[in-house]
Antibody
């Protein structure tokens, strides 16, 4: 059974930082490009960032470029999202996903 | 930035056919994917690469794409198909992905 388990969410002040984690099991992790997708409360899905299976290619939405960094450790079957200079508009549930498999999400709240 | 446009809502009676469109300039060259999201749940892939159905997805879900428009069809919609549906694709560079604006499907 494939599982993607996000963690690391929480409450952070504007301008602060947070690191999200996604632990994968049941798949050959290095074979999958992975993405982070977020959903603000009551809003639609927003693609945030993607990384190739090897980690050699990384891509970002304009809304997070320069503030967020995606990375992966294939030896640990783990995907990361380092989020810096957080803003209120970054408040959302953050999902780790491949095309077919999704985690249940972790909530990030940016508020003073 | 690249955008995918969907109708905000579609209503259909049980057993009827629901069609959800997704419009985007890069769709002639890029695959469309469709996700179903029920309230409080993570999205579920229902169609990939324009028209392929993952295992476990009912046959009443089908997809097609022509020109700048992709379409998700639910043939014989069921009450349990009530959900938000999102199309997903990439821009012409292939480096930036985007979700459609989302369509709320009501079956009643």
């Amino acid at each position: 059974e494939v599982q993607l388990l996000e963690s690391g969410g929480g409450l952070v002040q504007p301008g602060g930082s947070l690191r999200l984690f996604c632990a994968a099991s049941g798949i050959t992790f290095s074979s999958y490009a992975m993405t982070w997708v977020r959903q603000a409360p009551g809003k639609g899905l927003e693609w945030v960032s993607a990384i190739s299976g090897s980690g050699g290619g990384t891509y970002y939405a304009d809304s997070v470029k320069g503030r967020f960094t995606i990375s992966r450790d294939n030896s640990k079957n783990t995907l990361y999202l380092q989020m810096n200079n957080l803003r209120a508009e970054d408040t959302a549930v953050y999902y780790c996903a491949s095309v077919e498999y999704w985690g249940q999400g972790t909530l990030v709240t940016v508020s003073s | 930035s690249y955008e995918l446009t969907q109708p905000p809502s579609v209503s259909v009676s049980p057993g009827q056919t629901a069609r959800i469109t997704c419009s985007g300039d890069a769709l002639p060259k890029k695959y469309a994917y469709w996700y179903q999201q029920k309230s409080g749940q993570a999205p579920v892939l229902v169609i990939y690469e324009d028209s392929k159905r993952p295992s476990g997805i009912p046959e009443r879900f089908s997809g097609s794409s022509s020109g700048t428009m992709a379409t998700l069809t639910i043939s014989g919609a069921q009450v349990e198909d009530e959900a938000d549906y999102y199309c997903y694709s990439t821009d012409s560079s292939g480096h930036h992905s985007v979700f459609g604006t989302g369509t709320k499907v009501t079956v009643l």
